[in-house]
């Protein structure tokens, strides 16, 4: 079966710090990518999404992600985080674009200390 | 746009009961979903639907049904509520074409 994995289940940073999170799936054929974040109390929002072409993606407020498609992986990234983006962030796969089927992660819960 | 609109934002059943969590998208959207969220495991696929009248299981669709009469509706009927089914659960709806999802604001579920 499809599964995705996050590496990390609970990250604390100061503000200013880098940011990294790690996402791998298991499914070798077509595959569209997604980060999804949830502010505390929140439903989920698209930070960024990846279906094919250049490898790495800009999302909104400063994140990116790079498809490494021989690692199978999708790791977020942030140069410098600020306090605002303290919330838990979920990786997701959509398989050959099999609409209303997305396979997430656990979610990385992210705390960013002022 | 109203967007993906679920009711009520919150629940609290006893064991045994039955009730249907509501989801409408105003979008168009072909596909709509249905997941629950528990801490520690992400969101998990209950059911989906890729058009009226068609639907299909999805990683956890034990003790729950599904129906899409319409491309706007898609209710999440339990039909005996159990402690296990205590959760948050989140209703999406996407575009043919287009794997972007979007939620809607959850309903908290306790069952007790």
């Known amino acids: 079966a499809q599964s995705v994995s996050q590496h990390n289940h609970h990250v604390i940073l100061s503000e200013a710090a880098s940011l990294e999170l790690g996402c791998n799936y298991s499914?070798?054929?077509?595959?569209?990518l997604f980060w999804y974040v949830q502010y505390p109390g929140q439903h989920l929002q698209l930070l960024l999404k990846y279906f094919s072409g250049d490898p790495l993606v800009k999302g909104i407020k400063g994140f990116e992600a790079e498809f490494i498609k021989s690692k199978f992986s999708f790791n977020l990234r942030k140069p410098s985080v600020q306090w605002s983006d303290t919330a838990e962030y979920f990786c997701?796969?959509?398989?050959?674009?099999?609409?209303?089927?997305?396979?997430f992660g656990q979610g990385t819960e992210l705390s960013v200390k002022p | 746009n109203a967007g993906v609109t679920q009711t009520p934002k919150f629940q609290v059943l006893k064991t045994g009961q039955s009730m249907t969590l509501q989801c409408a998208q105003d979008m168009n959207h072909e596909y709509m979903s249905w997941y629950r969220q528990d801490p520690g495991m992400g969101l998990r696929l209950i059911h989906y639907?890729?058009?009226?009248?068609?639907?299909d299981q999805g990683e956890v669709p034990n003790g729950y049904n599904v129906s899409r009469s319409t491309t706007e509706d898609f209710p999440l009927r339990l039909l005996s509520a159990a402690p296990s089914q205590t959760s948050v659960y989140f209703c999406?709806?996407?575009?043919?074409?287009?794997?972007?999802?979007?939620f809607g604001q959850g309903t908290r579920l306790t069952v007790v």
């Open positions: 639907s890729v058009g009226a009248g068609i639907t």
């Open positions: 997701a796969v959509n398989v050959n674009n099999q609409g209303g089927k997305l396979i």
């Open positions: 499914y070798g054929g077509t595959v569209n």
């Open positions: 999406a709806s996407l575009r043919w074409g287009n794997t972007e999802a979007f």
